[in-house]
Each structure stands twice: as C-alpha cells, then as structure tokens.
C-alpha cells in the first residue's frame, strides 16, 4: 500500500508562482507512475501533469503546458509540481496521485487508472 501526503498549497494572486510536494510512503516500481490532478468546485477532475517512475519524460494538459513543471527527486522520493504564471481557473484542489506499474501515455491523465490518492491541498489564485 502506498500513502502519498501533499504540501505546499496556498493562496497567490494572478501571474505568482506555487510549488507543490508529494511525498510517497512506500515502493513504486519504476515501470509505474505519479502525476497530479485537480478538481476545481463543481467540475470534474483532471489530469494536469505526470511522470514515469523510471524516466525523465513528463506529459502535462494543455492548459497548464509552459507554465506548470512536474518533477521528482529520486534522492528525496518526492513528486514536485512548480506552477508559474497562476491563473484563477487554476484554482482547484489539488491531488497527487500514483500507480504502481505502466499504462500507456495516452491514459496518464486519466484519473481512472490511478490507484493511490492524496488528500489534496487547495490552490485559489486571485485575479
């Protein structure tokens, strides 16, 4: 079973930065993944960014694509999303999410096939 524990939420006006840690208990096998999701009041959720355990390639949704930056420190077991350039309708809460083994790209953004969730952490950008 792994536990994954976010941090890093908070309240920021428009264009402003936040960076978001998630911290996994627990093996994930290099051939799994962890990315982040966010669901914003009364909509579903969606996927905005992920990475293979075992590879530096990242996927990220187009509406966050070159403001947002997924990475994971291997040394640290961490997850990272850095969000630059925030916008009001990025405000959501927001989720780390992870499994434990490969799905095909396509599906990486697909909260479906997540197997282990965080509690989420709020995000509310001001315009």
């Known amino acids: 079973q792994v536990q994954l524990v976010e941090s890093g939420g908070g309240s920021v006006q428009a264009g402003g930065s936040l960076r978001l840690s998630c911290a996994p208990s627990g093996y994930i096998r290099s051939s799994g993944y962890m990315g982040w999701f966010r669901q914003a009041p009364g909509k579903e959720r969606e996927g905005v960014a992920a990475v293979y355990i075992g590879s530096t390639s990242t996927y990220y949704a187009d509406s966050v694509k070159g403001r947002f930056t997924i990475s994971r420190d291997s040394a640290k077991n961490t997850l990272y999303l850095q969000m630059n350039s925030l916008k009001p309708e990025d405000t959501a809460t927001y989720y780390c999410?992870?499994?434990?083994?490969?799905?095909?790209?396509?599906?990486?953004?697909?909260?479906?096939?997540?197997?282990?969730w965080g509690q989420g952490t709020q995000v509310t950008v001001s315009s």
């Open positions: 999410a992870a499994r434990d083994g490969y799905i095909i790209p396509s599906r990486l953004l697909m909260s479906d096939y997540c197997q282990y």
